[in-house]
Nanobody
């Protein structure tokens, strides 16, 4: 079992940058994929949107097309931490961002969720 704890959310203005962090502990084995989803206000859990993913070993990353030029996922194995760098934020990026662990490469099956961190982007 893997445990995930996010941090780094907050209120920012359009055009600002923000970096989310997710500390992973427990069974972060070599076949585990880690990544980020987001849930916009008023949306249900089943409508959580895939944002980005990375394998716990290797260097391959996957990012949703509509944020690919602004968001970057990375990880630091030594610190057991996953990051999501978000640049040029837009009001439509407002959401609760969840760290997730599951089947690689695109986390088609999520086995564990973090508690979520709220990102609010004002216009």
């Amino acid at each position: 079992q893997v445990q995930l704890v996010e941090s780094g959310g907050g209120l920012v203005q359009a055009g600002d940058s923000l970096r989310l962090s997710c500390t992973a502990s427990g069974h972060t084995g070599g076949y585990l994929g880690l990544g980020w989803f987001r849930q916009a206000p008023g949306k249900e859990e089943k409508d959580r949107e895939f944002v980005a993913a990375i394998s716990w070993i290797g260097t391959r990353t996957y990012t949703a097309q509509h944020v690919k030029d602004r968001f970057t996922v990375s990880r630091d194995n030594a610190k057991g931490t996953l990051y999501l760098q978000m640049n040029n934020l837009k009001p439509e990026d407002t959401a609760v961002y969840y760290c997730a662990a599951g089947t690689p490469p695109l986390l088609e099956k999520v086995n564990a969720w973090g508690q979520g961190t709220l990102v609010t982007v004002s216009s």
